[in-house]
């Protein structure tokens, strides 16, 4: 049995209206995955399944669709997040600030732009495998990134204390 976190992309008002996250978990569970659980209210959730990464994150999508909504789904087992947490790329940040220290995940390792490979602030990024960690030093709605748009693949991110919240609760299952 594999733990697993999937992360939805675009959760808002609007999407809650037409998906509770609990109802979300429901639908989940009887599409056959286990444990299922919500962390926070951002479209985060935790679960267990001996079925592939690929499979689960299919699993939810349809679940999702039966919403009438079509959010991308981003999942990463427990190791894999663990992975991410260990790298720990900006300690100070992640120590100091972490809701400004964001994890942003892609469905596949992109071709990172040299203007990203080569950016000099006054964000600090770093690029490990399918997530491009920002340290965006003060408030990230302050940023003139263009994340999406320059690296040119859809993605979700995450401010690291969401991250460790969804740690938590993937330790624990």
Same mark, same amino acid.
């Given at each position: 049995?594999?733990?697993?976190v999937a992360l939805l992309r675009a959760i808002g008002p609007v999407t809650h209206a037409a998906m509770p996250l609990g109802r979300l978990a429901t639908a989940c569970s009887a599409a056959?995955?286990?444990?299922?659980?919500?962390? #926070?209210?951002?479209?985060?959730?935790?679960?267990?399944?001996?079925?592939?990464?690929?499979?689960?994150?299919?699993?939810v999508g349809d679940a999702i669709t039966g919403f009438g909504l079509a959010n991308d789904v981003f999942?990463?087992? /427990?190791?894999?997040?663990?992975?991410?947490?260990?790298?720990?790329?900006?300690?100070?940040?992640?120590?100091?600030?972490?809701?400004?220290?964001?994890?942003?995940?892609?469905?596949?390792?992109?071709?990172?732009?040299?203007?990203?490979?080569?950016?000099?602030?006054?964000?600090?990024?770093? $690029?490990?495998?399918?997530?491009?960690?920002?340290?965006?030093?003060?408030?990230?709605?302050?940023?003139?990134?263009?994340?999406?748009?320059?690296? #040119?693949?859809? $993605?979700?991110?995450?401010?690291?204390?969401?991250?460790?919240?969804?740690?938590? /609760?993937? /330790? /624990? $299952?």
């Amino acid at each position: 049995m594999t733990a697993y976190v999937a992360l939805l992309r675009a959760i808002g008002p609007v999407t809650h209206a037409a998906m509770p996250l609990g109802r979300l978990a429901t639908a989940c569970s009887a599409a056959g995955l286990e444990t299922v659980s919500t962390i #926070g209210n951002t479209g985060n959730l935790v679960f267990a399944s001996p079925r592939p990464q690929a499979e689960v994150e299919r699993l939810v999508g349809d679940a999702i669709t039966g919403f009438g909504l079509a959010n991308d789904v981003f999942t990463r087992t /427990a190791r894999q997040f663990r992975k991410l947490i260990d790298a720990a790329p900006f300690p100070d940040a992640a120590a100091e600030r972490p809701a400004q220290l964001g994890v942003c995940f892609f469905h596949k390792d992109p071709s990172w732009p040299a203007a990203y490979l080569h950016y000099r602030g006054p964000e600090r990024l770093t $690029m490990l495998s399918n997530h491009l960690i920002i340290d965006y030093g003060g408030a990230a709605s302050t940023s003139r990134l263009t994340v999406e748009k320059t690296v #040119g693949a859809r $993605m979700t991110q995450r401010s690291w204390s969401s991250i460790l919240r969804i740690a938590a /609760a993937l /330790a /624990a $299952m």
